[in-house]
């Protein structure tokens, strides 16, 4: 399989504990993003890396979450002392950055639960 | 506010009947995309528009983008229980580098 792939799939915490989401991006695809979304809602835009540099960030990303991807290839999302605002799901998504209208293939996601 | 406004939000009809759903801004967007969304998965490209004006058909689905590249339409001809799902628009504005994403558009086919 050449898709983007994520994990876990389903994470359940309790409040206060850390946890980290692993992102693998299309092998050849130079961009990755990282997208929140809530029951009811669209994906609301996180942060997203060319090759290994993090280029922007959202307003949404506290500074209780990092996100790295240091050699360019997978990614990693790190929630620390996490809380139930938390709770949605984590997608990821990679594109080749190389035509205008950069088309992103999202992986299935990480389903987080902070109870 | 949502920068895309997408209507209507549910949508339930009969297997066969057609449908359109729309995807609307009043900014301009360079390049606008459709996914479709099942539960608990991540959304999957359906199309990308570039063109202002442009119309791209996918079997029995329509995208149009609008002259003024603010505005797209999904028309559904003769909808199947498998086209349920949730139909998300998402477009990059001028100049930009990430994907802003529409509410959604919930569709259920009934057999």
């Known amino acids: ?115 | 506010t949502q920068l895309l406004e997408q209507s209507p939000q549910f949508l339930s009809i009969q297997e066969g009947e057609n449908l359109t759903v729309y995807c609307n801004s009043s900014s301009v967007f360079s390049s606008l995309q459709w996914y479709r969304q099942e539960p608990g998965e991540g959304p999957v490209l359906l199309v990308t528009v570039v063109t202002g004006g442009e119309v791209k058909k996918l079997k029995r689905l329509t995208f149009q983008f609008g002259d003024a590249r603010k505005d797209s339409s999904l028309h559904i001809t003769a909808a199947q229980p498998g086209d349920t799902g949730l139909y998300l628009c998402a477009g990059y504005m001028e100049y930009g580098n990430k994907l802003v994403f529409g509410a959604g558009t919930i569709l259920r086919v009934k057999s």
């Open chain 1, 1 to 115: 399989d050449t898709g983007v792939s994520q994990n876990p799939r389903h994470k359940i915490t309790k409040r206060g504990q850390n946890v980290t989401f692993r992102c693998d991006p299309i092998s050849e695809h130079n961009r990755l993003y990282w997208y929140r979304q809530t029951l009811g809602q669209g994906p609301e835009f996180l942060t997203y890396f060319q090759n290994e540099a993090q280029l922007e960030k959202s307003r949404l990303l506290s500074d209780r979450f990092s996100a790295e991807r240091p050699k360019g290839s997978f990614s990693t999302l790190e929630i620390q002392r996490t809380e139930q605002g938390d709770s949605a799901m984590y997608l990821c998504a990679s594109s080749t950055g190389t035509v205008y209208y950069n088309e992103q293939f999202f992986g299935p996601g990480t389903r987080l639960t902070v109870l």
